[in-house]
């Protein structure tokens, strides 16, 4: 049973040191689980090592010291085949995953890799379109595309694969606040519907509460926070600390009660959350009465 560990994870780190050849160390005593069907938010400055941690998942690096695995097995030569099978990595800028003439091209490299080809191979581009929400996009050039459709064309690209998870680095950067809306309601329905696990990095603070529910807080190579979303957003001072901030909404919350305007039950991170709150309290005010 070469390569096997005990694992109860998707994804497991254990342990993981990871040093560049100039001596660098990019990661420190990382251990990190992924669950299926979760949805993880990783957090952290630049430089945090964010990017390295990716990169271990299929096997692009090696650690230095400790364990990956994935799926129960140990990352390594001989399984780098079904761990890019698994995990389908999505970059920070589509124009550095995007190469073909067309989409339709685009979603069918891969798919063509595979062995797939002709009335099926042509299904699939289909469906990885309908999911991304561009139906009907097949001869256009994905170079003339705005930056919101080249992402959800990256994304078909990997989704054709079927893979087990998905690992986007900046899944919101540089969209406007529509495209991310819809690049977040598009992530969430292919978690809900599809059972994918979703891991990304991000410095969209306001969007983790929207679309994770686990997140881990890097710095400096180290994992410094994980837990639960809330209880993670729990821990203003240490977030502050490593120079991240509250979601806005969440900050807002802090202000009413530090001007004594309001007390919430809890923190709330999202407009929904604060919203329900506030209809909770008027609710109980209107029965005391």
């Not at 890799?113 to 996009?137: I, P």
């Not at 690049?183 to 329905?189: E, F, G, Q, T």
């Not at 901030?245 to 009413?256: D, F, K, N, S």
Request: glycine letters at 10%.
């Amino acid at each position: 049973m070469e390569g096997l560990v005990a694992s109860l994870g998707l994804i497991e780190l254990s342990k993981v040191d990871f040093l560049y050849p100039d001596g660098a160390q990019a990661l420190k005593g990382i251990d990190f689980s992924v669950k299926p069907r979760e949805r993880v938010a990783v957090l952290g400055p630049n430089g945090a090592g964010k990017s390295t941690l990716f990169q271990l998942f299929n096997g692009l690096l090696q650690p230095t010291r400790g364990t990956v695995s994935v799926k129960g097995r140990v990352v390594e030569k001989s399984y780098l085949k079904e761990v890019r099978r698994t995990i389908g990595m999505v970059f920070q800028d589509p124009d550095d995953q995007l190469f073909s003439g067309t989409v339709r091209q685009e979603i069918a490299y891969g798919l063509l890799n595979l062995g797939l080809a002709g009335r099926r191979m042509d299904e699939v581009v289909c469906w990885a379109l309908e999911v991304v929400g561009l139906s009907g996009f097949e001869n256009k050039s994905p170079f003339n595309l705005s930056g919101g459709e080249k992402k959800r064309v990256a994304l078909a690209s990997v989704l054709a694969m079927k893979p087990e998870v998905l690992v986007l680095d900046e899944p919101t950067g540089a969209l406007d606040p529509i495209g991310a809306a819809k690049i977040i309601a598009l992530l969430d329905r292919v978690n809900r519907e599809l059972g994918i696990t979703i891991v990304f990095a991000t410095h969209d603070v306001d969007s983790v509460p929207l679309m994770a529910d686990t997140v881990f807080v890097m710095d400096k190579g180290e994992i410094i926070l994980s837990g639960p979303t809330g209880e993670v957003f729990s821990q203003k001072d240490v977030l502050r600390a490593h120079n991240l901030r509250l979601p806005r909404v969440a900050h807002l919350a802090e202000l009413l009660e530090r001007d004594g305007d309001y007390r919430f039950p809890s923190s709330p991170l999202t407009i929904g959350q604060a919203k329900k709150m506030f209809l909770d309290h008027k609710t109980k005010e209107k029965g005391q009465k």
